[in-house]
């Protein structure tokens, strides 16, 4: 993986993908309700997401995602795959990426144990036990069974509220970088017309990130104007510039997207 | 790219990835609404999405990217980029992963100069009609500015209105093969308790897909049991031995999930 920034007034970013595993979110069936919740958690952390990957229950694939992904990426998040049933392999295969063994964690068999109760502690629900050797229980206060972390890679669950809790769990614990602001400001204006002068302003500032996204709702076309970057002053004085930028086409820049 | 299967009775299947080009999806500023509907309506014409990336906008990541899975799939679909503005820079980095040039398609600039009058055909609309030699036009009925093929590879817009027009208007040119059918049946029954019987009816029908997705919701805990194949009547077996499994557990299956 890459190096760590040597201290927090190092401004090289902290960088995270993400892969999410599920065929049920590739059919189509499913739609990912977790990478827009922690992208913007992980951020507020100063980690930056820089990619992601949808891949199916498949081991060989499962293994050469995350064996790619933890090479270039400070951290590697992966969600579904973890619960207790045939089609839950992320575990299994994640021990096998790192090459080690799995077996059944102690401290995680005496959570699923205070859990369902020491009666019910069936052979499927000891599946949710099972973590690689060497890795570290991440926290699932809802239904218990634990994620982990092994190396940088950080195993969650897939069921959205569980997911959630998990990386509110562990992203105080990481190592992040400084948080990408960002300010948005919108232009009721045709994305080809102000195209020319966005690309203006944003040769002038190479360490703020403009996009451009335009939308077209009920007799309304505009675009939402969106920066990025760690310098708060830097970005007010970008907002400046795009706001004179809009109003040199006639029209009033605004602060939010009309409903 | 992975051969096509000889004749509609080959049950090879054809696959399909996607490619997210976006800072706005990665930033989780905007949820990403293109996925689901991409898969599902590739799906009715026999193409089986097995993977999606989503991206930043950054030339070497796209060109990379897509050149790594327009060899490992049938067909690559990507979204995002092929607007006016500064930040659009998918049309010119899949110009250089094909290694051709890129230029002014007379066909897109006839449409775009019909859609926003001979005057007003500026230097940045004009970037809309720009696409590398060799590409078909995929017909973008709402804001005429089109879409391409080059090979393999299917460049559409990222606005999900836009995007789902441009599916509808290729889906039907593609060549695909068996549609994949599912049935869902929902058990409301902790998914622990079932994951035993439910490996057992997987290990019986090898050509069935069978997820099990739990959910959690106001005092009621169940798993839908999602069953995915190409064989209508082996699905409907499955279905039976399934409903079945719940009973003996105690449970009435159910052919929705309850709200």
């Known amino acids: 993986m890459p190096e760590m920034p040597d201290s927090i007034d190092d401004t090289s970013p902290v960088t995270a993908a993400m892969v999410i595993i599920g065929n049920e ?8 309700a977790n990478l827009a919740y922690a992208a913007t958690r992980l951020n507020d952390f100063g ?5 992601v990957r949808v891949i199916p ?3 060989a694939t499962i293994i050469a995602t995350v064996n790619e992904l933890r090479q270039k990426f400070h951290y590697v998040f992966t969600t579904g795959g973890i619960g207790p049933t ?7 295969s994640i021990a096998k990426a790192f090459k080690v063994p799995i077996a ?8 699923l144990k205070e859990h369902y109760g020491a009666d019910n ?3 499927a629900r000891l599946r949710m036990a099972r973590v690689p050797e060497g890795a570290v229980l991440i926290d699932n206060p809802l239904s218990r069974a634990p994620g982990f972390q092994i190396g940088n890679v950080l195993v969650m669950a897939g069921v959205p509220v569980v997911m959630k809790s998990m990386i509110d769990s562990v992203a105080p614990r990481l190592i992040g970088g400084n948080p990408v602001l960002s300010r948005t400001v919108t232009a009721l204006v045709r994305e080809s017309d102000i195209a020319i002068g966005l690309e203006n302003i944003q040769s002038k500032y190479d360490t703020v990130e403009i996009g451009s996204y335009p939308f077209f709702k009920k007799n309304m076309v505009g675009a939402n104007l969106v920066l990025r970057g760690t310098d708060a002053a830097l970005l007010e004085q970008v907002v400046g510039d795009l706001k004179s930028l809009i109003r040199d086409l006639g029209a009033e820049p ?3 997207t009309p409903a």
Chains 1, 2 share one sequence.
Do not use: N, Y
Request: proline fraction near 3%.
């Open 47 to 51: 980690i930056q997401m820089r990619e």
């Open 121 to 123: 502690l069936t052979e």
């Open 254 to 256: 605004l602060d939010e």
């Open 86 to 92: 045939h089609d839950d392999i992320t575990a299994e």
């Open 57 to 59: 229950d498949v081991e």
């Open 25 to 32: 979110i590739l059919s189509g069936r499913t739609q990912d």
């Open 104 to 111: 059944i964690d102690p401290m995680a068999r005496a959570l």
